[in-house]
């Protein structure tokens, strides 16, 4: 089958108001008053440049402090002129500037610069590409835990209603190479995929894989066949949010109980239990010993539930003489700040210390 090419971004510019309507009428009057009173002086009183350039803007600015000479007859009526004209100007141009800022053009501006400042300052962060209604509960619960993001949303709508909620968003189109290097996929954490088509999905994951070979990336499939292209494209995991969705309802009917303690370990609204996964690094105090040795339970008051080994393999409910080696992800339920130290346990001598 013939290529199919990737969706265009169609994003609305805002109406711009003609060029005579801003900042540059206010330059050209007072650029053409000042000018034009000069070379009057000039001609009508055969003052100087300097003289009748003075002249000119104490005339315009009304401070009043007299006439540099005296005047004819005509250079009195060409200083009413230069007078009612340049106060004029003068009143237009403060009217223009106050309001621009009742109006928000410099908030949004400084709005703006501020955004490319936090952008500037992006590390270890998820790229979020979509800001629909799964998009903001992603970004929801990434700023509860205090995770670092950015949104990539083209839609000029959605992505003001990310401004609006306080997340740092661009808008752009989130298949693109230049957009992906400006949000610094770089330095990026993870990569989410979570537009609503699947096109779209493919192509942002496909753009984000052939910068990063190494970034973890997410995609969200809203059909099967798009689950296998999402991979092929280059995502390491892939969510159907239908299928989760029937699988939770399912569930909930049959294990009420069992879901109601897994949402209570998994949210972060809850302070006194947390599920975690730990990854032990190379050199970890915890690296290469056996559950019971590092006695995780008494030490750190926390539970090993799983250990998701190197290779990807998963294994449930380890017994106490099960090995921890570096690598490994250890899935873990305790309290945050226990689980905080035993992160701290899981990390690399070096890294430790830098903490």
Not at 209 to 217: A, Y
Request: with cysteine.
């Amino acid at each position: 089958p013939a290529p199919v090419a990737p969706p265009a971004a169609t994003t609305t510019s805002p109406r711009r108001s003609p060029w005579w309507a801003g900042w540059r009428l206010s330059v050209l009057l007072l650029a053409g008053i000042t000018l034009g009173g000069t070379a009057g002086y000039v001609v009508l009183e055969g003052w100087s440049l300097w003289d009748a350039f003075f002249m000119t803007v104490i005339s315009v600015t009304t401070v009043g402090y007299g006439y540099v000479h005296p005047l004819s007859r005509a250079g009195e009526v060409f200083t009413v002129i230069v007078v009612t004209v340049g106060v004029a100007t003068v009143l237009y141009t403060f009217s223009f500037l106050m309001a621009r800022v009742v109006e928000g053009d410099l908030q949004d501006t400084w709005a703006r610069r501020r955004r490319e400042r936090m952008l500037e300052e992006l590390t270890q962060h998820f790229i979020l590409c979509g800001f629909g209604r799964m998009g903001e509960i992603i970004a929801q619960e990434f700023a509860r835990q205090s995770v670092p993001f950015v949104i990539v949303e083209r839609d000029p709508e959605r992505m003001q209603h990310a401004i609006e909620a306080g997340f740092l968003a661009v808008e752009a189109d989130a298949s693109s190479e230049q957009v992906l290097k400006r949000v610094h996929i770089d330095r990026a954490r993870g990569f989410i995929a979570a537009v609503s088509t699947d096109a779209e999905n493919v192509y942002a994951v496909l753009s984000a894989r052939l910068l990063r070979p190494d970034l973890s990336i997410i995609g969200r499939a809203e059909t099967e066949d798009a689950k296998s292209k999402l991979v092929r494209a280059g995502a390491d995991r892939v969510v159907s949010p239908y299928q989760i969705g029937g699988l939770q309802l399912a569930q909930t009917a049959l294990r009420p109980a069992v879901v109601d303690f897994v949402q209570l370990a998994t949210s972060s609204e809850n302070l006194d239990l947390n599920m975690e996964q730990i990854r032990i690094e190379e050199g970890a105090p915890l690296a290469n010993r056996t559950i019971i040795e590092a006695n995780v339970r008494q030490r750190f008051g926390a539970i090993v539930i799983g250990i998701q080994r190197a290779n990807g393999a998963m294994e449930f409910n380890p017994p106490p003489e099960t090995v921890m080696r570096s690598g490994d992800h250890l899935v873990v339920l305790g309290r945050a700040d226990s689980l905080h130290h035993l992160q701290n346990e899981g990390a690399s001598t070096s890294a430790a210390s830098a903490r």
